[in-house]
């Protein structure tokens, strides 16, 4: 039996739909990510600034007891987006 094609489609797919929105964000300056504190069911945003090369963290809710999650929450997203980033070769640089 022969497969002609690509083993995953499903792969193939993805790529293909992430790579309809790879120019949009290569002119992007700022990339904004709304993120959600669970135990709290309370929202606060992330913003990834390309231009000015820095990363904001915009919280209406002041806990200090939540500042540590929040910082490494945020963090571990931004580490993602660099990845993502390399992964497709968009040139973005967050650090």
């Given at each position: ?20 929105y790879i120019s ?50 945020v963090k571990t ?19």
């Open positions: 039996m022969i497969l002609c094609g690509s083993p995953h489609p499903f792969f193939d797919r993805k790529t293909s739909i992430v790579s309809k949009e964000l290569d002119d992007c300056e700022k990339l904004f990510i709304p993120m959600c504190d669970d135990c709290l069911g309370h929202w606060y945003l992330c913003v990834i600034d390309f231009k000015n090369s820095h990363i904001q963290i915009l919280n209406s809710l002041r806990l200090k007891s939540r500042d540590e999650f929040w910082f490494k929450s997203v931004v580490e993602f987006c660099q990845t993502f980033f390399k992964l497709y070769d968009m040139g973005k640089d967050v650090f």
